[in-house]
């Protein structure tokens, strides 16, 4: 995953891997390396106590959609290739 951070207007542009299982069950929390701020990118294990219409708990990607910023979803190959879903 590829973000910006947004910590203080650190604006650090990173790339972090974790396991997919962890990013659809579990929760992931990546570090910014220039300003060490931690962010929360995945959460599934109800730590964000808000819920969807459906009842659901929200997800980080629901509270990105809602503040109208971008999610775009790819997966790497085993080569490193870098492929975006529609």
């Known amino acids: 995953m590829t973000f910006t951070c947004t910590h203080n207007d650190c604006g650090h542009r ?8 962890s990013y659809e069950k579990g929760v992931v929390i990546v570090q910014c390396p220039e300003c060490k701020a ?6 599934h294990l109800g730590w964000f106590k808000e819920v969807t219409d459906g009842g659901k ?3 980080v990607e629901d509270l990105v959609r809602e503040k109208g910023e971008k ?6 190959n085993m ?8």
């Open 14 to 21: 990173s790339t972090h891997e974790f396991a997919k299982k």
């Open 38 to 43: 931690r962010h929360l990118i995945a959460d």
């Open 71 to 76: 999610v775009t979803k790819g997966r790497v």
């Open 57 to 59: 708990l929200k997800t």
């Open 79 to 86: 080569d490193g290739d870098i492929e975006y879903a529609p």
